[in-house]
Nanobody, 124 residues
Framework: QMQLVESGGGLVQTGGSLRLSCAAS????????MGWFRQSPGKEREFVATISRSGGSRDYADSVKGRFTISRDNAKNTVYLQMNSLKPEDTAVYYC?????????????????WGQGTQVTVSP
């Protein structure tokens, strides 16, 4: 069974940057599309970004497009989320997820495995 562990969250000021990492183990990483989701208090989990198995295709939520970049290094079994120009509304717990698909999805249900989440807080 695959395990996913996020890291890189923290407290940053508006306009700052963070790079989240998600390390995978226990599975064949290259067989999975990967996604990032986030959830803030009182809100449902929302899609952030996804990347195909090869890394050749990416998709983003409109709210983060142009500011966030998802990438993966299959040799390191790791997916990343580079977050620039952060805003207070980006504050959330960020989760990475793996789906046994060639291409990722903006829906949560196709994802088979989920990490524990990492907190991102953006101060005004």
């Amino acid at each position: 069974q695959m395990q996913l562990v996020e890291s890189g969250g923290g407290l940053v000021q508006t306009g700052g940057s963070l790079r989240l990492s998600c390390a995978a183990s226990g599975g064949t990483f290259s067989n999975f599309a990967m996604g990032w989701f986030r959830q803030s208090p009182g809100k449902e989990r929302e899609f952030v970004a996804t990347i195909s198995r090869s890394g050749g295709s990416r998709d983003y939520a409109d709210s983060v497009k142009g500011r966030f970049t998802i990438s993966r290094d299959n040799a390191k079994n790791t997916v990343y989320l580079q977050m620039n120009s952060l805003k207070p509304e980006d504050t959330a717990v960020y989760y990475c997820a793996a789906a046994s698909l060639r291409f990722g999805s903006s829906r949560s249900d196709p994802y088979n495995y989920w990490g524990q989440g990492t907190q991102v807080t953006v101060s005004p």
